[in-house]
C-alpha cells in the first residue's frame, strides 16, 4: 500500500429502504473512487437503526450486502470497510458486523461488535442493542500491502483496552463506523476518536450516517479523520456528504518516534498494580 493513504468517508443518509440505501452507497463509492483507494461507510448503512427493525434487515454473510461490496471493490480497485450490517448466522444469531474488501474483492475483514450499546437516560435516551444483537468475541488485525488496520464498531471504541489491543498487535489505522445520537454525539463524539488516536499515536477513522430528521434514531454525523497527535484532518456537519483527506504513515512513524510513550510502556508495573489493588 502507498504510503499516503487517499481516504474518503461515504456519510450517507440512511432510510427504511434497504434497496434504496445500497443504491446510495453505491453512487457514494463510485464518485469517492476517483479520488480516494481507501472507502469507508457507516455503521448499520443499509437498514434503520431501530433494533425492533434490524431483524427484519439481517442477512448472512456473504449475502446481498456484502457481495455488492465485493463487487464494487473489485470494479473500483479500493479498499472498502463496508461499515456495518446486520448479520444473521446460520444459528440465527445476530450481530453487528462489518467487512473489509480488498480491490480484488476478497474479503480480508470480518468484525462483530464486541459490545452492546445498552443505555438508558432518563428524558434523553433508551436504546437497548443487546434486544436484537449478539456481542461478537474476537479483535481482527486486517492487513492488505503493509497496512494493518483494526475494525471497531461504534460503542467499542468507548473500551480502551481494544484500541490498545489494536495499537500493540501493530494496527496504524482504527476504522470506526459509528452511529452516536444526539446525547452521546455532542458530548463525546469528537473527544473520543481524539483520545484514541492520540493515546495510540494512530489515526482514526469515524464514519457516521447522516443525520436523518425523519429517522427515530438520530445519527450525531460529523464524520472525521483525526491523526496521531489527535489533530482532525476533516470533519463533516450533519448533512450527506464525502469527506476526503490524505493520510500520511510517515506521520505516524514520526510521531511515535519523536514522543515514544508505547515504548514507555511499564507493563509489568500495571500487573503488579492490578494484584496488589485486588488482594487489599
Known amino acids: 500500500m502507498e504510503q499516503i493513504l487517499r481516504t474518503a468517508i461515504c456519510q450517507m443518509q440512511v432510510s427504511d429502504d434497504k434497496a434504496a440505501n445500497l443504491d446510495k452507497a453505491t453512487q457514494m463509492i463510485k464518485e469517492a ?16 437503526y431501530q433494533t425492533d427493525l434490524l431483524a427484519q434487515y439481517a442477512e448472512p454473510i456473504p449475502g446481498p450486502t456484502t457481495n455488492l461490496l465485493a463487487a464494487l471493490a473489485k470494479e473500483q480497485q479500493i479498499l472498502l470497510v463496508g461499515g456495518s450490517i446486520a448479520e444473521i448466522d446460520a444459528d440465527g ?29 432518563p428524558g434523553q435516551i433508551v436504546f437497548k442493542e443487546s434486544a436484537v444483537f449478539t456481542p461478537g468475541e474476537d479483535l481482527q488485525m486486517i492487513d492488505y500491502e503493509g497496512l494493518s488496520l483494526s475494525v471497531l464498531i461504534c460503542y467499542d471504541i468507548r473500551f480502551p483496552e481494544l484500541a490498545r489491543q489494536a495499537t500493540l498487535a501493530g494496527a496504524q489505522l482504527i476504522v ?40 427515530s434514531y438520530q445519527a450525531w454525523g460529523h464524520s472525521m479523520i483525526v491523526d496521531p497527535w489527535g489533530k482532525i484532518l476533516v470533519e463533516g456537519g450533519i448533512q450527506e456528504e464525502i469527506l476526503y483527506a490524505e493520510i500520511d504513515l510517515a506521520q505516524l512513524r514520526k510521531v511515535r518516534r519523536e514522543l515514544p510513550l508505547l515504548q514507555h510502556r511499564r507493563p509489568e508495573l500495571y500487573q503488579r498494580l492490578s494484584e496488589k489493588e485486588l488482594k487489599s
Open 33 to 48: 473512487s476517483q479520488q480516494a483507494n481507501l472507502l469507508v461507510l457507516p455503521e448499520i448503512f443499509n437498514a434503520p
Open 93 to 121: 444469531k445476530i450481530y453487528n458486523s462489518s467487512c473489509v474488501f480488498d480491490p480484488s474483492g476478497k474479503m480480508i475483514g470480518h468484525h462483530r461488535k464486541l459490545h452492546l450499546f445498552d443505555i438508558e437516560i
Open 176 to 215: 470506526v463506523p459509528a452511529a452516536f445520537n444526539l446525547t452521546t454525539g455532542p458530548a463525546h463524539w469528537e473527544l473520543l476518536m481524539r483520545s484514541r488516536a492520540l493515546d495510540n499515536q494512530l489515526f482514526v477513522i469515524a464514519a457516521s450516517p447522516a443525520r436523518n430528521q425523519s429517522a
